[in-house]
């Protein structure tokens, strides 16, 4: 449960380097051997890290978007973020895997999972404005009325959300729950720093087939022939203080 949840006491704090080797200084110092070190230098960020992680899969499940979106954006560091400890270990060991498989292209380095419960901890974990997209696929449902508070789409997780995402930045969303999905765009546009995206801007959004097809949960209501709801979010600009 979530007192045995290990979480860094700020966004410094976290290190990335066992997450991402490939994107750690020590390699960059290998790489510095052969010439370009200057450039590289200037790249590092505080916490020993080339790149900060940009696309967050909230409740990844066993990291069927995770391995779909990671060949999509070479270059970007993915973080599939999952309460379930035998679900997170799955996911770390299909890394492992995936990575020693595609040696020779450096596949799959940017592909990472971290046990934590997304509720609680994602300021600790993100800088202000460091995410550019954000998933939440197939949520639980929590059916009960009593239950919603449990939903990881509520007003004050939306400001969380807000806080760790770039204006301009996306939150897709994706239920087979017709229930859940009207209130994820009801307290999404209910936010002050949400606006929902178009149908046509949403259908022409790169990753939403990707989510549509390769989450497990996609694929479940697929076999089912069940409906997928999709809702896009971009994150605004905040208002200037008056
Ligand atoms: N996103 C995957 C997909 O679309 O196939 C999995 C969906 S599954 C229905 C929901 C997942 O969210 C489960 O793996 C569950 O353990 C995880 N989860 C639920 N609450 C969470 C929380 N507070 N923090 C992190 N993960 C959570």
């Given at each position: 449960?979530?007192?045995?949840?290990?979480?860094?006491?700020?966004?410094?704090?976290?290190?990335?380097?066992?997450?991402?080797?490939?994107?750690?200084?020590?390699?960059?110092?290998?790489?510095?051997?052969?010439?370009?070190?200057?450039?590289?230098?200037?790249?590092?960020?505080?916490?020993?890290?080339?790149?900060?992680?940009?696309?967050?899969?909230?409740?990844?499940?066993?990291?069927?978007?995770?391995?779909?979106?990671?060949?999509?954006f070479p270059e970007t560091l993915i973080l599939g973020i999952e309460i379930r400890t035998s679900v997170t270990e799955y996911v770390q060991e299909k890394v492992r895997a995936l990575r020693t498989q595609n040696k020779d292209t450096g596949g799959?380095?940017?592909?990472?999972?971290?046990?934590?419960?997304?509720?609680?901890?994602?300021?600790?974990?993100?800088?202000?404005?460091?995410?550019?997209?954000?998933?939440?696929?197939?949520?639980?449902?929590?059916?009960?009325?009593?239950?919603?508070?449990?939903?990881?789409?509520?007003?004050?997780?939306?400001?969380?959300?807000?806080?760790?995402?770039?204006?301009?930045?996306?939150?897709?969303?994706?239920?087979?729950?017709?229930?859940?999905?009207?209130?994820?765009?009801?307290?999404?546009?209910?936010?002050?720093?949400?606006?929902?995206?178009?149908?046509?801007?949403?259908?022409?959004?790169?990753?939403?087939?990707?989510?549509?097809?390769?989450?497990?949960?996609?694929?479940?209501?697929?076999?089912?022939?069940?409906?997928?709801?999709?809702?896009?979010?971009?994150?605004?600009?905040?208002?200037?203080?008056?």
């Amino acid at each position: 449960s979530d007192h045995l949840l290990t979480y860094p006491i700020s966004p410094e704090q976290m290190d990335w380097s066992t997450h991402y080797p490939a994107y750690t200084i020590r390699n960059d110092k290998e790489e510095n051997v052969t010439g370009d070190s200057h450039d590289q230098v200037e790249t590092r960020s505080a916490n020993g890290m080339k790149k900060k992680v940009e696309i967050a899969d909230i409740g990844c499940g066993f990291g069927g978007l995770l391995f779909a979106l990671a060949p999509m954006f070479p270059e970007t560091l993915i973080l599939g973020i999952e309460i379930r400890t035998s679900v997170t270990e799955y996911v770390q060991e299909k890394v492992r895997a995936l990575r020693t498989q595609n040696k020779d292209t450096g596949g799959f380095q940017n592909a990472s999972c971290i046990r934590a419960n997304s509720m609680k901890f994602l300021p600790n974990f993100f800088f202000k404005a460091q995410l550019g997209k954000i998933f939440l696929c197939f949520p639980d449902p929590h059916f009960k009325q009593r239950k919603h508070k449990a939903r990881i789409v509520s007003y004050t997780l939306n400001s969380e959300y807000a806080y760790v995402l770039r204006p301009g930045g996306i939150v897709y969303t994706i239920t087979d729950v017709e229930d859940l999905h009207n209130w994820m765009v009801e307290h999404f546009e209910r936010h002050p720093s949400f606006e929902r995206l178009g149908e046509e801007e949403q259908e022409n959004e790169e990753c939403v087939a990707v989510m549509r097809s390769e989450t497990e949960e996609g694929k479940k209501v697929e076999r089912n022939k069940g409906q997928k709801f999709v809702a896009l979010f971009r994150r605004l600009d905040d208002p200037p203080w008056p």
